[in-house]
């Protein structure tokens, strides 16, 4: 386990703690010593994958302001969406975000199919024709798609970038 210690210290960035060499101890002294080190690894276990999570929420934040960059006119829709959409789920479901970390990243990510829609349509300043609107819904079909093989949104982060028009559109039914 001091070994062990040693390498995720280093992995992790930090300065190894020298260890005296071991000599013969008392079990139950070996067994506390044992247990602390076990409980460092786990703490620095806990930090790294903080530090990850953090990692890929700021990614997928970026993908999504890149996205709007696209298109001006919306204005951190993304951030705004994920912000009500959390809102909500928290008062709904309060430990949904817990146990699937990937709803988050679809709120954000739930307009990354749009990339793949032509411009003349994504940028038309006035109201879209039949075809231009149904061209625009497949936005949702493009997302999951691109989206399929990440492994934090499997489950239903890729269900809110399949389905949030239908979703809105039951919300505008209940107003």
């Given amino acids: 386990p001091l070994d062990l210690l040693t390498v995720v210290e280093r992995v992790a960035g930090r300065t190894p703690v020298p260890r005296k060499p071991r000599r013969a101890k008392p079990a139950d002294e070996e067994l506390l010593l044992y247990a602390r080190d076990l409980r460092h690894l786990l703490e620095v276990e806990r930090a790294q994958r903080v530090l990850l999570q953090d990692s890929y929420l700021e990614t997928v934040t970026s993908l999504a302001s890149a996205l709007e960059s696209r298109d001006t006119r919306t204005g951190a829709h993304s951030q705004r969406v994920r912000r009500y959409a959390v809102a909500l789920l928290e008062v709904l479901q309060p430990n949904a975000l817990e146990h699937d970390p990937g709803i988050e990243y679809g709120f954000l990510l739930h307009d990354i199919g749009k990339i793949a829609i032509p411009d003349l349509i994504m940028l038309k300043p006035g109201a879209l ?47």
């Avoid at 061209?135 to 989206?147: A, F, K, N, S």
């Avoid at 389905?163 to 039914?173: I, T």
């Fill in 129 to 175: 024709t039949r075809a231009e609107r149904k061209r625009m819904q497949t936005h949702t079909v493009i997302g999951e798609q691109m989206l399929r093989g990440v492994a934090v949104l499997q489950g239903e982060g890729l269900r809110v970038v399949r389905s949030h028009p239908s979703a809105l559109e039951q919300c505008r039914g209940l107003l």
